[in-house]
């Protein structure tokens, strides 16, 4: 898909070659609070919200 992206950036002009000659890479990685969604948390928060309605 990249290959394509810069081929494609090529042939239509937005690219040239001598901006691909070098290429920063951010390999940065940032960690993300993420919680899968087990059973327990979702009839809790089903509980949760059945209180509020009630």
Known sequence: MLE???KSG???GF???T???RVNVDTT???KNVR???DARLYDRM????VKAA
């Open 19 to 21: 901006e691909l000659k």
């Open 36 to 38: 899968f969604p087990t």
């Open 10 to 12: 090529l042939r239509e």
């Open 47 to 50: 509980r949760e919200k059945l």
């Open 4 to 6: 394509e992206s810069l």
């Open 15 to 17: 690219i040239k070659r």
């Open 29 to 31: 990685v940032q960690e």
